[in-house]
């Protein structure tokens, strides 16, 4: 599987966590059915938003790719989202690129032209197939002027000089470098070998990104025809809307990850980002955080109260078949977390040992699967943990003198401590397994 990575020029905003989120999830899905799945997502490297960030900041490319690749990396391991078996960097196959360009002008689907090379739309016939349209419905209404080099306003470039210091590769058409389609082309083959079976990406990448690197991976590989020579499969993702409008720079509505992760646990934002259907949009807001967050809080409580219940590790790989069933349903998220929904009050209801360790087991296999439920339940909850700078054997002190003073019924002082307790901002619970507490 391959899903278009990042361009990484600035901070991931939440609305690219979604196609990464989504392709994480049916990798697990996949894995849950087939020995051996290699998921590939990409690292753009060399594209213009990168070069007119470098010329904006004066730092180099090299330093601004690395600085937000790590970032980016760093976020997605807080959304839980697994690292891709292979991250191919753009500009490690360059050669590869021209190779394959070449092969495009052999088979007369490219032409070279004013030091670029352009892929010939009418000269590959299921141009459109993808997305729907066709050539004559893309050029009906544009106004744009087009360029002196191309044949046919629709053409689109494969290769592009590099001037005024612009970064570059030789190659026979000179100095240059790629246009973007062409990147996952070429690392999507040489990753995974043709065809492979699923290409992933947000809807936004339908046309042209998608739709060009079909035309161009069947244009050189001469399979004038079938679009399946290239992946067998599609799956896009809609979009994330912020408060019902489309993030965008003009309407400063952009939201980074790494903001979010300041004030919530990656697993609650993983969460809402699945709380709809992937095909639909997803409208972002407070509220989406707070449902997800509360969702998160209760399955917690249900683990924290069977902390003690012990289950076998190695069960929480396979995941519960209802759970497994609704997935497998192109993805049917509601209704997976329908299923986690009744596992866990399952388990809060369970009274045998063998059914708090059936339904404690089913509640996890399944949570791995949504990749969530990774934390300690105690930790989660704050439990025994203090904020500031509290002493928190100052606190399990008191605890065991008001757990003392109510064994020998001396309910006054007992209260009293609590008191203290409280005012030092301490909360505490009385369960069979003893006094547990939390910060306020
Ligand atoms: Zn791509």
């Given at each position: 599987m391959y899903t278009c990575g990042p361009t990484v020029y600035n901070y991931a905003h939440i609305g690219n966590a979604r196609p990464a989120v989504i392709s994480d999830l049916l990798v697990r899905v996949l894995r849950q059915l087939y020995p051996k799945v290699t998921y590939v997502s990409n690292i753009t490297d060399i594209d213009d938003k990168i070069i007119n960030a470098s010329i904006e900041t004066g730092d180099s490319i090299e330093k601004i790719t690395s600085k937000y690749e790590k970032i980016y990396n760093e976020d997605m391991q807080s959304l839980g989202v697994i690292k891709p078996d292979i991250q191919p960097h753009a500009t490690d196959f360059i050669q590869e690129m021209i190779e394959l360009v070449q092969k495009m002008i052999s088979n007369g689907t490219a032409y070279a032209s004013d030091n670029h090379v352009l892929f010939d739309v009418t000269k590959y016939d299921s141009y459109g197939k993808l997305s729907g349209r066709n050539i004559d419905d893309q050029l009906a209404g544009s106004r744009v002027e087009v360029a002196s080099y191309k044949k046919n306003a629709g053409d689109f470039v494969l290769w592009k000089p590099s001037v005024d210091n612009q970064p570059g590769w030789e190659s026979p058409w000179g100095f240059g470098r790629p246009g973007w389609h062409l990147e996952c082309s070429t690392m999507a083959e040489e990753s995974l070998?043709?065809?492979?079976d699923i290409h992933g990406g947000g809807m936004d990448l339908i046309f042209p990104h998608h739709e060009n690197e079909i035309a161009q991976s069947c244009g050189a590989h001469n399979e004038n025809k079938d679009p399946s020579i290239f992946a067998k499969y599609w799956i896009h993702n809609a979009m994330l809307n912020i408060d019902g409008e489309k993030m965008s720079k003009s309407l400063g509505n952009i939201f980074y990850i790494r903001d979010y992760l300041k004030n919530y646990d990656g697993e609650i934002l993983r969460l809402a980002l699945l709380s709809g259907h992937y095909r639909q949009s997803i409208n972002w807001t407070d509220e989406t955080i707070k449902q997800s967050k509360n969702n998160l809080d209760k399955f917690y409580r249900i683990l924290n109260k069977v902390s003690d219940v012990k289950i076998n590790e190695d069960d929480i790989y396979k995941c519960p078949s209802k759970v497994l069933d609704a997935l497998c349903d192109d993805l049917n998220t509601s209704k997976a977390f329908a299923e986690i929904i009744d596992i866990s009050k399952k388990l809060s209801l369970s009274e045998t040992l063998e059914n708090k360790i059936k339904y404690k087991t089913q509640l996890l296999a399944s949570a791995y699967v949504f990749g969530i439920l990774q934390k300690s339940p105690k930790k989660w909850l704050g439990i025994g943990q203090t904020q500031d700078n509290l002493d928190s054997q100052h606190i399990e002190n008191l605890i065991n003198e008001r757990n003392e003073a109510r064994s020998s019924k001396n309910f006054s002082k007992a209260d009293e401590i609590r008191n203290k307790l409280s005012q030092l901002g301490i909360e505490i619970e009385d369960t069979p397994n003893g006094t547990i507490w939390r910060s306020k």
């Amino acid at each position: 599987m391959y899903t278009c990575g990042p361009t990484v020029y600035n901070y991931a905003h939440i609305g690219n966590a979604r196609p990464a989120v989504i392709s994480d999830l049916l990798v697990r899905v996949l894995r849950q059915l087939y020995p051996k799945v290699t998921y590939v997502s990409n690292i753009t490297d060399i594209d213009d938003k990168i070069i007119n960030a470098s010329i904006e900041t004066g730092d180099s490319i090299e330093k601004i790719t690395s600085k937000y690749e790590k970032i980016y990396n760093e976020d997605m391991q807080s959304l839980g989202v697994i690292k891709p078996d292979i991250q191919p960097h753009a500009t490690d196959f360059i050669q590869e690129m021209i190779e394959l360009v070449q092969k495009m002008i052999s088979n007369g689907t490219a032409y070279a032209s004013d030091n670029h090379v352009l892929f010939d739309v009418t000269k590959y016939d299921s141009y459109g197939k993808l997305s729907g349209r066709n050539i004559d419905d893309q050029l009906a209404g544009s106004r744009v002027e087009v360029a002196s080099y191309k044949k046919n306003a629709g053409d689109f470039v494969l290769w592009k000089p590099s001037v005024d210091n612009q970064p570059g590769w030789e190659s026979p058409w000179g100095f240059g470098r790629p246009g973007w389609h062409l990147e996952c082309s070429t690392m999507a083959e040489e990753s995974l070998g043709l065809p492979f079976d699923i290409h992933g990406g947000g809807m936004d990448l339908i046309f042209p990104h998608h739709e060009n690197e079909i035309a161009q991976s069947c244009g050189a590989h001469n399979e004038n025809k079938d679009p399946s020579i290239f992946a067998k499969y599609w799956i896009h993702n809609a979009m994330l809307n912020i408060d019902g409008e489309k993030m965008s720079k003009s309407l400063g509505n952009i939201f980074y990850i790494r903001d979010y992760l300041k004030n919530y646990d990656g697993e609650i934002l993983r969460l809402a980002l699945l709380s709809g259907h992937y095909r639909q949009s997803i409208n972002w807001t407070d509220e989406t955080i707070k449902q997800s967050k509360n969702n998160l809080d209760k399955f917690y409580r249900i683990l924290n109260k069977v902390s003690d219940v012990k289950i076998n590790e190695d069960d929480i790989y396979k995941c519960p078949s209802k759970v497994l069933d609704a997935l497998c349903d192109d993805l049917n998220t509601s209704k997976a977390f329908a299923e986690i929904i009744d596992i866990s009050k399952k388990l809060s209801l369970s009274e045998t040992l063998e059914n708090k360790i059936k339904y404690k087991t089913q509640l996890l296999a399944s949570a791995y699967v949504f990749g969530i439920l990774q934390k300690s339940p105690k930790k989660w909850l704050g439990i025994g943990q203090t904020q500031d700078n509290l002493d928190s054997q100052h606190i399990e002190n008191l605890i065991n003198e008001r757990n003392e003073a109510r064994s020998s019924k001396n309910f006054s002082k007992a209260d009293e401590i609590r008191n203290k307790l409280s005012q030092l901002g301490i909360e505490i619970e009385d369960t069979p397994n003893g006094t547990i507490w939390r910060s306020k």
